[in-house]
């Protein structure tokens, strides 16, 4: 399987800067998943990788083949360098059956028939759509249609599947199936995937890495529990999460090399790094970024607040709480509900409390409230 390296990418339509300057690796076997708001040149670089987009400037490597070089006048085409796309529609002819969809590649590449028809049994085994070979796409639904489209870009053996946005048509229940599937297909085949979504659950699910881009330019690239828990900047930990990340507008100190005083107009804290001590000037505005699930609900809390709103879904509750006007997010797991206008108690036992610079919005350090 190959490895796939954009270094120092840039992407402009006239004077507008789509990607900038973008420096990637994605190594062999991973699935990726390029994450942002719309806008952001997730799907230019997808496009730039399977040859669709020309980028301005820069060098992409797939396999260790220069596939582009703005410096040396290297563009491969498209059909040479061995990637398989797979669009948001699906793209299937409608007047062929699924079995001459998923082997209309193969023809043109010129393949026997034995050879094509073993090649398409495979795949009708692996997306587990066997019982469809004679169907034609309008009497598919939009699952197997996508799992049909799915098996036409394998076919020829792609090293490298891209893939964008292809779940944004199907129902929620349909999502979540292919979601599963896709992870059983990415394992199954070993191969390396590509994937955009807007969808930061979906990322989250799917992904070995997230490559989060905020206007073109690379925020964060790591493993989805590490963006998660370890947000570079405040962008981050407010796009990836949901519900939304609370964040507290404070006021640091540093009481010693280990404690910081944040002040708040509705309460205080000592914030304790967990990883290395940090130094704040004096009244330095920071932001404290407090996930919902890690506030806890009742007992003995420090801070009184009253139940604004309560979501229950069975699994969990969404509970919104005002703080005299401060209105913070939490969630409580299991079948649990409030009464809105309840008084209830608030804690913070969690560790993975972060702590931003209010100017520069970069992470200063992660910890726990004391």
């Not at 980028?55 to 410096?71: Q, Y």
Request: net charge negative; with cysteine; proline share 5%.
């Amino acid at each position: 399987m190959p490895e796939i390296r954009l270094n120092n990418v840039t992407k402009r339509f006239g004077k507008a800067v789509a990607v900038d300057n973008l420096d990637l690796t994605i190594k062999d076997g991973e699935f990726v998943t390029l994450l942002g708001p719309s806008g952001c040149g997730k799907t230019t670089t997808l496009r730039m990788i399977a040859g669709l987009e020309t980028p301005t400037e820069g060098e992409i490597f797939i396999d260790d083949v220069c596939v582009f070089s703005s410096e040396k006048g290297i563009d491969i085409s498209p059909d040479k360098r061995n990637v398989g796309f797979l669009f948001q529609n699906y793209a299937l002819w409608p007047h062929m059956t699924v079995y001459k969809n998923i082997a209309f590649g193969l023809e043109n590449m010129k393949w026997d028939k034995e050879r094509i028809e073993a090649r398409v049994k495979e795949l009708l085994g692996l997306l587990r759509i066997d019982e469809f070979i004679d169907r034609y796409p309008a009497e598919l639904s939009g699952g197997q249609q996508q799992r049909v489209a799915i098996a036409r870009t394998l076919a020829t053996g792609p090293k490298v599947l891209l893939m964008d946005e292809p779940l944004s048509n199907l129902d929620a229940k349909l999502r979540m199936e292919m979601r599963t599937e896709l992870k059983r297909l990415h394992l199954e085949t070993d191969s390396t995937f590509v994937y955009v979504t807007h969808d930061q659950l979906e990322a989250m699910t799917l992904s070995s890495k997230i490559c989060l881009l905020k206007e073109g330019v690379l925020q964060q690239f790591e493993p989805p529990l590490d963006i998660y828990h370890y947000p570079a900047n405040f962008f981050v930990a407010d796009f990836v999460g949901s519900p939304n990340i609370n964040i507290f507008e404070v006021t640091g100190t540093n009481v010693n090399l280990d404690e910081v005083k944040l002040e708040h107009p509705k309460m205080n804290f000592l914030f304790a790094p967990t990883s290395s001590s940090i130094t704040i000037q004096e009244d330095q505005e920071l932001l404290l970024g407090i996930r919902p699930e890690d506030i806890s609900l009742g007992g003995e809390g420090q801070i009184t607040g009253n139940v604004y709103s309560t979501l229950p879904s069975g699994m969990e509750t969404i509970v919104k709480i005002d703080l005299d006007g401060a209105i913070i997010t939490c969630v409580v797991f299991g079948g649990v509900d409030f009464s809105v206008g309840e008084e209830i108690k608030l804690s913070f036992p969690g560790d993975k409390y972060v702590l931003f610079d209010k100017k520069t919005a970069k992470n200063i350090a992660g910890g726990k409230l004391l």
